[in-house]
Nanobody
Framework: QVQLVESGGGSVQAGGSLRLSCVASGRGYNSHFVMAWFRQAPGKEREGVAAIDDDSSTTYADSVKGRFTISRDVNRNTLWLQMTSLQPEDTAMYYC??????????????????WGQGTQVTVSS
């Protein structure tokens, strides 16, 4: 089993910042998993935001490049997403995910079997 617990969501005004956290645990968790953040807005499909390997190499969706930063502490089984210059279109439920995602598919939902419950981010204009 793998447990992923997100925190740090909230409501901010456009231009603001938030930092999301995700703590992983469980016997099935492997610290070498690719970890990622996804988001899902009402009525839309879940989409990949950012992913990070155990060597800290990163992948970002075009929509967040330059505004969001993903990082992790392998020893603490913790993942973060620093979000800056937030816009109303960033409003969504944000999910942490972990698995052996393939290098060319790190932002694909289907690559991940382990998911957190999500944390809500709301950005007002």
């Amino acid at each position: 089993q793998v447990q992923l617990v997100e925190s740090g969501g909230g409501s901010v005004q456009a231009g603001g910042s938030l930092r999301l956290s995700c703590v992983a645990s469980g016997r099935g968790y492997n610290s070498h998993f690719v970890m990622a953040w996804f988001r899902q807005a009402p009525g839309k499909e879940r989409e990949g935001v950012a992913a990070i390997d155990d060597d800290s190499s990163t992948t970002y969706a075009d929509s967040v490049k330059g505004r969001f930063t993903i990082s992790r502490d392998v020893n603490r089984n913790t993942l973060w997403l620093q979000m800056t210059s937030l816009q109303p279109e960033d409003t969504a439920m944000y999910y942490c995910a972990a698995d052996w995602a393939r290098s060319w598919a790190k932002l694909r939902v289907a690559e991940y079997n382990y998911w957190g419950q999500g944390t809500q981010v709301t950005v007002s204009s």
